[in-house]
């Protein structure tokens, strides 16, 4: 399946108001899910390889969607311990450990989460993107900084797989 295939699916999702499609075919599977800031989130994995290839696809203002694609990390954390895992920044923005400056962080190192807990904000352009760990296990560090620019694809946690 090509760039321009999965465009349409985007395209078709976005007429019909759906925010999450999956398509398997053959050795090839295809999850596409419309994020909390409207960015939306391929995963393709064919069958011979272990890991997912990740691609961010943004959002145009009008259901068009923009034609910019580009890998997301699954690299470990390079330490001693490589059983450890990373929760990276889907996005370009500005990264908050709680939802407002008075608020308690949404997790701290040693708390568990699941795939649906919501770990930190980052913000982009003025919009308030919840970020989700995507993964379960425990936060053993905190890889940004409270208030401080963050990159697409940068460590945001450390996670030890449970």
């Not at 994995?45 to 034609?67: D, E, F, K, L, Y």
């Not at 568990?112 to 352009?125: D, G, K, L």
Request: glycine content about 6%.
């Amino acid at each position: 399946m090509d760039l321009k295939e999965i465009k349409a699916v985007i395209d078709l999702m976005t007429r019909n108001g759906l925010s999450e499609f999956e398509l398997e075919k053959g050795d090839f599977k295809l999850r596409v899910k419309r994020g909390p800031g409207g960015e939306w989130v391929t995963t393709t994995t064919p069958v011979a390889h272990a890991a997912p290839v990740s691609h961010h696809v943004q959002a145009a203002s009008n259901p068009a969607i923009a034609a910019s694609a580009a890998p997301t990390p699954e690299a470990p954390v390079a330490s001693a311990n490589a059983s450890l895992s990373q929760i990276v920044s889907p996005m370009v923005g500005t990264f908050y450990r709680s939802p407002s400056p008075d608020s308690a962080p949404y997790i701290d190192v040693g708390q568990e989460v699941q795939e649906e807990t919501v770990v930190c904000i980052i913000e982009a352009m003025k919009v308030m993107n919840e970020i989700k760990a995507e993964t379960r296990g425990v936060i053993v560090e905190v890889l940004a900084q409270n208030g401080k620019p963050v990159e697409f694809g940068k460590p945001l946690f450390a996670v030890r797989p449970v």
